[in-house]
């Protein structure tokens, strides 16, 4: 199979200045794939951005965590800004289990996106053990973001929602931590019935693609049931693979204005995905060393957006990150578009 060299964006330069999105040294191959096309040429680049008169709405699972806030904020920026063609609308959507992720998102929003907040309008609290619960709420939504895993935490469910009595609990899930949690619990099978509950709401709802994060402690075996579920739902997907342990950026005054803080090498995996073998990539991707090696959680918060805004939704695709030198470090030489 040949090898192809593209990059892997291009939007308007004051677009880009504004986002402040990564820099990217790319290497995209080819893959093979039975239901949709893949991406060889620029021409083919069709994310929101290339259509930004037809706007998006997008939503984010898990919007209460750390990395889930970052993405909400940075979606909310980008909604705001001409030429991406993401809504601003009640947009972006944050659905989760709880009122506590309404906290967590303003909190994040008010301290590292300048003069930001989300209302009530842009939540949606959902019973995730109900696929039909979750789908109504996607019957307007075209993509989502979304992890592997979540962290989790029984908390009791909010009055005037789904509770069955004023002692109902429920389990809420963050993307990928939500610091300060006080009882984060490990329920394996409560991960798997998120993932496949949020896959299956996608498919009864209007979904068009979904970007997944895969989030730490996400195992190999955990792995092949994510890339089966997903190849086996009929809709297009971009899925995100760490090549590195993921952390936070150590800025405790991080915010929007301060950008991507390192580059960003992202690279196809190669390997076969199709309904007959949906995990045969996994296989060819081996198990992933993340010793010295770390990607910064602000700057796959940044990137999880951009595949929105720049890829082709009508095409799946695996891509593994890797994190480089500081921005400020590295020459302009050589390197790829500003995204």
């Excluded at 794939?33 to 040429?41: G, N, Q």
């Excluded at 930001?116 to 959902?126: H, K, V």
Aim: net charge positive.
């Amino acid at each position: 199979m040949k090898v192809c060299q593209i990059l892997i964006c291009v939007l308007l330069s004051h677009y880009a200045n504004a986002f402040q999105a990564p820099r990217l040294q790319t290497s995209i191959q080819p893959q093979t794939h039975t239901r949709t096309k893949h991406t060889t040429s620029l021409s083919m680049v069709k994310g929101t951005a290339a259509t930004p008169i037809k706007k998006k709405t997008i939503a984010v699972f898990g919007a209460g965590g750390y990395l889930g806030g970052l993405t909400f904020g940075f979606l909310q920026r980008a909604s705001s800004l001409f030429g991406t063609g993401i809504s601003g609308t009640n947009s972006p959507r944050a659905i989760a289990a709880t009122s506590v992720t309404a906290d967590s998102v303003n909190r994040l929003l008010g301290k590292h996106f300048a003069l930001a907040q989300a209302s009530e309008n842009f939540f949606t609290l959902r019973d995730f053990t109900k696929v039909k619960s979750v789908a109504r709420t996607l019957q307007s939504v075209d993509g989502v973001i979304m992890g592997t895993k979540y962290q989790l935490e029984k908390r009791p469910v909010t009055m005037g929602t789904y509770e069955d009595s004023p002692n109902s609990k429920t389990m809420e899930f963050f993307l990928d931590e939500r610091y300060g949690t006080m009882n984060p619990v490990e329920d394996e099978e409560m991960d798997a019935v998120l993932f496949k509950n949020t896959v299956k709401a996608c498919m009864k709802g209007d979904v068009k693609h979904m970007v997944v994060i895969e989030t730490p402690s996400t195992t190999i075996e955990e792995r092949v049931t994510c890339a089966e579920i997903l190849e086996r739902s009929g809709i297009t997907y971009t899925y995100l693979i760490m090549d590195g342990e993921l952390v936070k950026c150590g800025d405790l005054n991080y915010n929007f204005e301060k950008g991507v803080q390192n580059t960003m090498r992202v690279k196809a995996v190669k390997g076969t995905r199709t309904q007959q073998n949906p995990a045969g990539w996994v296989t060819e991707l081996g198990e992933l060393s993340t010793d010295e090696k770390t990607v910064l959680r602000e700057d796959v918060a940044a990137l999880a957006v951009q595949c929105l805004l720049s890829l082709d939704w009508k095409s799946s695709r695996v891509l593994l990150i890797q994190s480089g030198a500081k921005i400020n470090d590295v020459p302009e030489k050589g390197f790829g578009m500003v995204l």
